[in-house]
């Protein structure tokens, strides 16, 4: 028992010495980390590092019962081989009840601003999918566009490649990954069901290294442009097709090929924030692929959003309480193939809020959502109050 207590305190002890070290609120987007890059640049010559990040929630939609949540808890953990190979992972717990690997990938730093990667990965796609770290972004909840078309926590499995030119301004990624999955079915090779459809756009087809199948690997590319004080613009790209079961994946309309387009601006300059996106993809084959599966997935998906915030703290103060407004409308039908538009998916909301960095790794939100969309009818989309709080370190 003794040696099993001072293996524990070893242990704990080691821990601590190796958590990374929290820095002032970093709002500045071209100097703003996320969780991954965190840890590979936090271990200060220790070979564990540790962090984490987590959020809890309350959801008052007008007119229902509210929902709180423990939103999210995430362990990361990285280990440093030596000077130029690394391990990062993220180990996610959602609902307090599902348990899911974010990340887990290994990356290599083969030159200054060179890095090589593989593994379980976030695409980049926008600014959420990868800067989603709860003290990162404005609203208690993640912008709707975040969740119906890129969609937020985006990762697959792949190998590619990173860094900056800092020459030029400029940072690159270049990826190949699995896609998404984009049908079920059974033991006798029968198409059982499709993953992809009209409301949530391709959220359903997310693989997320569980077991996926792969036929057809995927491009993905991300550029971001930092050479004006303060400012951020992001264009991203991911191309290929969707993944079928081996069993399946020669039935005509099994799989449908796609293109996504995205641009993304981040702002900041004295007490003022702003960013913006605007997201695009292409659908094609989804006629044979709704027949087959009977979903009605659209063609096209699109949207964007615009956000400004102000703060109204002084600014020599560490603490930050930021005002914030956005408007943000996506459609997940914006064009169809032989089936009828479904005006509701196509909607508007618009969040006013408070965002309280009480210190560094710690927000305090609040906000409400007026929500709509173009059917004949929004009575089904109530408004909705949130409160969340969060913290990352």
Known sequence: MKKLLFSLAIMATALVNAQTVGDSIQLDPQKQVNAAQRILSGNYGKAVTVGGY????YNQPEGDNGTLDVQRLVMLFGYKFDDKIQFVTEIEFEHVQEVYVEQAFVNYNVANNVNLRGGLMLVPMGII???HEPTTFNGTNRPGMDKSIIPTTWRELGVGVSGKLNNLSLGYQAYIFNGFKSVTSDKNGLVTG?????????????QKGIESTVNSPNLSLKFDYYGLPGLRLGLSGYFGKTQAPDDVDMVDGADVGMSMIGLDVRYAHKKFMARGQYIMAD???TNEYNALTGQNLGSQL???YVEGAYNLLPSQKNQKL????RYENYDTHAKVDAITENLGYDRTDVTLGLTYHLTSGVVAKADYQFKDNAA???RDVPNQLNFGLGVWF
């Open 283 to 285: 659908i094609s084959g």
């Open 376 to 378: 004949l009818s929004s």
């Open 302 to 304: 699109s949207g964007y």
């Open 194 to 206: 499709g993953l992809l459809g009209g409301s949530n756009g391709l959220r359903g087809g997310r």
């Open 129 to 131: 999918n990868e800067y």
């Open 54 to 57: 987590g959020e809890m929630l």
């Open 322 to 325: 930021f005002a914030f407004a």
